[in-house]
């Protein structure tokens, strides 16, 4: 699993790798096609929920890959550049280093799970989610820019606890 590419990783942790993680994997992809190796794991496993796959194809985001992915397995073997978590409660559950991490980002997304209520209920949350996300990708891409043109300083920061 050792990254070969020339290209900058992207890992986006979570805390199952179910939706949030995901759809930020599936939009990165589709926002930034191949300047990125990208990559989405979990603190565990869970399964990719069937609300996810199906908004991300009504935005044309290619699904094809997506699979659920525990982050050990990538532990020391991944040459991350930019390590985002999804949520607060995963960069306080997650590990405090991740091995080869240059740049770290904590966005905290609501967990569209946890939302009650019908499937059109559901639906039209994790919609909310995929745009709210679609959004942070594109301010993050700006961002990263800027830091790398010296248009602002880049800033390290390490995960601790």
Known sequence: MATLSH??????????NESRSQMAEALLRK???DRFTIYSAG????????????VLEE??????????KDVRP???KLDVRYLITVSHSTAEKGPTVFPGAIYYFSWDLADPEKVPGTGQDKL???????????QRIRDWLDEIANMTSGKRPAKK???TR
């Open 43 to 54: 603190l565990e496993a869970g399964e990719v929920s069937p609300y996810t796959l199906n």
């Open 157 to 159: 920061v390490e995960l």
């Open 59 to 68: 935005v044309g985001a290619d699904t094809s890959t997506l699979q659920a």
């Open 7 to 16: 290209h900058p990783v992207v890992l986006f942790l979570s805390t199952r």
């Open 124 to 134: 039209a949350q994790y919609r909310q989610l995929r745009d709210q996300i679609d």
């Open 74 to 76: 990538f532990l020391g």
């Open 31 to 33: 926002q930034a096609g």
